[in-house]
């Protein structure tokens, strides 16, 4: 597996300064407020549905979830973030924690989202297999994923005028690919192997407002960390001709309106169905065993790197929590 703690550190910093939670939250407004609603439609939330929102960011997913009647935890990393969540949704609880590792019990929840979150996880099967630990069974999960490279709008512009115009030799640490999931083919197979079933794929054509096409840049450089990154690095002749670049093609391609340009940012919604059998449980306890596994043994049908699977025989644990549920 991969050496992510670079990818993590750059993560964790970048979120923390302010500005950059504060350009996100104003810069994909119009965009995330449009998929929050196509979020909450995936998990059926609505009232008596207890729902996690993982890496909650400026608490919009919350902010819908609320609005149905839900009873919401939202939950990052990011202390700007968070302050922006308790501001916007006084209604929800907001925590800070890490999604590798949610500090909540085992089926606590009806329903978790993860509005654009998961390309942010250091390790992604992990991820999900701590969403599915905190489900209950028949619960829903439902995230979030932008369109990236090759894609018509805001990041599929940005990856080709980075492609043709940027440093080569300027590089972002290793780090998961923060839009192969928007592939069913790729995104079916570690989703099921976290615990899940019934993995369903929406495709949603969300867009972002700029005052001015040379704004596009300014939105990835001031409000999106990998890109922020990879942007603020560049010599100040290949940052100009970058941002040139995009504001021709906005001109051309966006839709021109009262309060700005809209440009294309097209994004999926990926949701799914906890599974009731016991892999979760017994990959869980694994993970709590000494010298049990570990990246090195990690497979898509193991994304914890236990010695367990799927077909194994249910733990004692599982054969209890099963007998409870049988009465």
Same mark, same amino acid.
């Given at each position: 597996?991969?050496?992510?703690?670079?990818?993590?550190?750059?993560?964790?910093?970048?979120?923390? !300064?302010?500005?950059?939670?504060?350009?996100?939250?104003? &810069?994909?407004?119009?965009?995330?407020?449009?998929?929050?609603?196509?979020?909450?439609?995936? =998990?059926?939330?609505?009232?008596?549905?207890? @729902?996690?929102?993982?890496?909650? &960011?400026?608490?919009?997913?919350?902010? *819908?979830?609320?609005?149905?009647?839900?009873?919401?935890?939202?939950?990052?990393?990011?202390?700007?973030?968070?302050?922006?969540?308790?501001?916007? @949704?006084?209604?929800?609880?907001?925590?800070?924690?890490?999604?590798?590792?949610?500090?909540?019990?085992?089926?606590?929840?009806?329903?978790?989202?993860?509005?654009?979150? =998961?390309?942010?996880?250091?390790?992604?099967?992990?991820?999900?297999?701590?969403? *599915?630990? =905190?489900?209950?069974?028949?619960?829903?999960?439902?995230?979030?994923?932008?369109?990236?490279? $090759?894609?018509?709008?805001?990041?599929?512009?940005?990856?080709?005028?980075? &492609?043709?115009?940027?440093?080569?030799?300027?590089?972002?640490?290793? $780090?998961?690919?923060?839009?192969?999931?928007?592939?069913?083919?790729? *995104?079916?197979?570690? @989703?099921?192997?976290?615990?899940?079933?019934?993995?369903?794929?929406?495709?949603?054509?969300?867009? @972002?407002?700029?005052?001015?096409?040379?704004?596009?840049?300014?939105?990835?450089?001031?409000?999106?960390?990998?890109?922020?990154?990879?942007?603020?690095?560049?010599?100040?002749?290949?940052?100009?001709?970058?941002?040139?670049?995009?504001?021709?093609?906005?001109?051309?391609?966006?839709?021109?309106?009262?309060?700005?340009?809209? =440009?294309?940012?097209?994004?999926?919604?990926?949701?799914?169905?906890?599974?009731?059998?016991?892999?979760?449980?017994?990959?869980?306890?694994?993970?709590?065993?000494?010298?049990? &596994?570990?990246?090195?043994?990690? !497979?898509?049908?193991?994304?914890?790197?236990?010695?367990?699977?799927?077909?194994?025989?249910?733990?004692?644990?599982?054969?209890? !929590?099963?007998?409870?549920?049988?009465?």
């Amino acid at each position: 597996m991969a050496d992510t703690r670079s990818f993590e550190k750059m993560e964790r910093e970048g979120w923390s !300064t302010p500005a950059i939670a504060k350009g996100y939250a104003d &810069g994909f407004e119009m965009a995330s407020r449009l998929v929050a609603q196509k979020l909450t439609d995936a =998990v059926g939330a609505g009232p008596n549905t207890k @729902v996690l929102d993982v890496c909650t &960011g400026h608490g919009v997913v919350a902010a *819908a979830l609320v609005a149905r009647g839900a009873t919401v935890i939202g939950l990052d990393f990011s202390e700007p973030m968070i302050a922006l969540a308790r501001s916007n @949704v006084p209604d929800a609880r907001f925590v800070q924690g890490d999604a590798m590792a949610l500090d909540f019990p085992d089926e606590s929840f009806d329903a978790v989202t993860i509005g654009f979150g =998961v390309p942010h996880f250091p390790d992604t099967p992990r991820g999900f297999a701590e969403a *599915a630990r =905190v489900l209950k069974p028949g619960g829903r999960i439902a995230f979030s994923i932008w369109h990236g490279k $090759g894609s018509d709008g805001s990041f599929g512009w940005l990856f080709d005028s980075v &492609g043709r115009l940027a440093d080569p030799t300027i590089t972002l640490p290793e $780090g998961p690919d923060a839009h192969v999931l928007v592939d069913i083919a790729v *995104a079916k197979p570690m @989703v099921e192997s976290a615990g899940f079933d019934d993995v369903q794929l929406l495709e949603v054509a969300s867009e @972002v407002t700029v005052p001015r096409p040379e704004a596009l840049f300014e939105l990835f450089d001031g409000g999106a960390v990998r890109a922020a990154s990879l942007l603020n690095r560049q010599p100040k002749e290949r940052r100009d001709a970058i941002q040139k670049d995009l504001a021709m093609r906005t001109r051309s391609e966006a839709t021109k309106g009262r309060q700005g340009y809209l =440009v294309p940012a097209p994004s999926v919604v990926i949701s799914a169905v906890r599974t009731g059998n016991c892999l979760v449980s017994a990959i869980r306890e694994c993970q709590t065993r000494p010298g049990a &596994g570990g990246p090195a043994s990690r !497979t898509s049908a193991n994304p914890a790197g236990c010695s367990v699977t799927p077909t194994a025989s249910p733990t004692p644990r599982c054969g209890r !929590t099963n007998a409870r549920r049988r009465r």
